[in-house]
């Protein structure tokens, strides 16, 4: 392992319930990342989406790889205490249920860094087989003081 969940946030906001990434096995900053999120029974959505049977949400999906993806960019001194935030998800496609116990594959390969802006090509897999894959845009915004 690569990065544990606190040194995870050392370089990312998100904090609990909503940090979705739990470990970074391998990165290049600026261009790649392989982490993972350990899908637990216990985790707050599955309260309600769908009581008897839970299902990881597609868009906590999309969210982890790009919390995966944001590791990888405020990874690189020039944009670290940045946020990395939305500007456009693309081609989002869901092709196998997410359950609790499962352990997504996060893997985020980013193309066209600027200094504002990014995009990254995602995928999420479970035991080699896909579960999500989408674009992410997004630009960079400086983190407002509480």
Do not use: W
Not at 39 to 57: K, L, R, T
Request: with cysteine.
């Amino acid at each position: 392992m690569l990065l544990n969940k606190d040194q995870i946030k050392e370089i990312i906001p998100h904090r609990e319930p909503f940090i979705l990434v739990d470990e970074v096995e391998e990165m290049v900053p600026g261009e790649s990342i392989v982490a993972y999120k350990h899908v637990e029974a216990d985790e707050y959505y599955f309260q309600g989406h769908f009581p008897g049977n839970p299902i990881m949400p597609g868009v906590l999906q999309v969210e982890s790889l790009a919390q995966a993806g944001a590791v990888a960019v405020l990874s690189m001194p020039e944009h670290r205490g940045k946020l990395a935030v939305f500007a456009a998800i693309k081609n989002a496609k869901f092709k196998r249920i997410v359950r609790p116990g499962d352990t997504l594959k996060l893997e985020v390969q980013l193309e066209r860094l600027r200094s504002s802006s990014g995009t990254g090509i995602c995928q999420a897999t479970v035991d080699g087989e896909l579960a999500c894959k989408c674009e992410i845009m997004f630009a960079f915004s400086k983190q407002e003081a509480e």
